[in-house]
């Protein structure tokens, strides 16, 4: 209950703007959240999620609600679970009275890894990435791994005599889906495509290891995506997906970059 003296203060948002012009998405963005995910190994796994809510801003309106945007997502609890994600849309759309409301939620995810030889273990942390949209009671989700490994270039070591120049690679892998796929094994879907996976804790007889195994692998940017491809193609609950290859080139001053893009069913 507010102060009887604040009860009139001027609401600008509300006002009328006579540009005419839509806004196709406004809100909130890089707002930290706790969030709880699954993990097959754990059952559940807490981390922070950088937020980004947005709504649509129809044209005869000035601005909009900013504070409702966080009140909507402290409304879910102290922690988000991904069962949430829904309900947040839908009270955003309900609370802004919008047509049409996007999240973002982009965080942390750590798998513990053992040394291909030795066996230690470590943690290794990949980004991840859930992007949630309800328009006009439709509802979309798509899941996002952004996947560093390691790559060894076929043309490099077919033409050198002493070894071959390899550099680490990074794989954005999106996809929708019609029923739930761990992150791991999207993690691991896309690992298995490049020369050679990462990890944190590697002993010599593990380097020895993981050397010998990407120039026996050798990968062009070109064959990753297209190794993660028919990987994707071969899971019947893939219905779209995206994925986008990334070399950071160790003798060259660019980076190689390749993207495929294909969906299961018709548009």
């Known amino acids: 209950m507010l102060p009887k003296e604040l ?27 706790p969030m709880r995910i699954r993990d097959k190994a754990h059952a559940e796994q807490h981390t922070i999620a950088s937020a980004s809510l947005t709504v649509d801003l129809p044209r005869q309106f000035k601005g909009t609600h900013m504070s409702r945007f966080v009140e909507a997502l402290n409304a879910c609890g102290p922690e988000l679970h991904i069962d949430k ?21 982009e965080f942390p995810f750590f798998i ?28 979309d989700f798509v899941t996002t791994v952004i996947v560093p490994v390691a790559t060894l270039c076929p043309c490099s070591k077919a033409i050198s005599e002493r070894g ?21 094994d999207l993690i691991q879907l896309v690992e298995r ?8 804790v590697l002993k010599r007889p593990d380097e020895k ?14 064959d990753l995506v297209r190794n993660v491809a028919v990987h994707a193609n071969r ?17 060259h ?15």
């Not at 071959?164 to 791991?184: C, D, K, L, Y």
């Not at 970059?257 to 548009?267: G, R």
């Open 7 to 33: 009860e009139h203060l001027k609401d600008t948002q509300n006002e009328s703007d006579d540009r005419k012009i839509d806004i196709d998405r406004v809100g909130v963005r890089s707002l930290r959240y």
């Open 164 to 184: 071959a120049h390899n550099q680490r690679g990074q794989v954005t892998f999106s996809m929708r889906s019609s029923a739930p796929i761990w992150v791991e």
């Open 209 to 222: 290891a993981v050397t010998e195994r990407a120039y026996d692998n050798p990968v062009f940017v070109e």
């Open 193 to 200: 495509s490049a020369s050679c996976e990462l990890y944190s």
């Open 253 to 267: 001053n660019h980076n190689a970059y390749a993207l495929i893009e294909f969906s299961k069913t018709p548009a």
């Open 112 to 139: 513990e890894k053992a040394a291909p030889v030795t066996g230690k273990l470590g943690l290794i942390d990949y980004n991840v990435r859930f992007s949630a949209t309800l328009q006009r009671g439709v509802f």
């Open 85 to 105: 994600v829904r309900e947040l849309l839908e009270m955003l759309t309900s609370r802004l009275a919008s047509e049409c409301a996007h999240v973002d939620f």
């Open 235 to 251: 899971e019947s609950s893939i219905l779209w997906y995206r994925v986008e290859a990334e070399n950071f080139e160790s003798i």
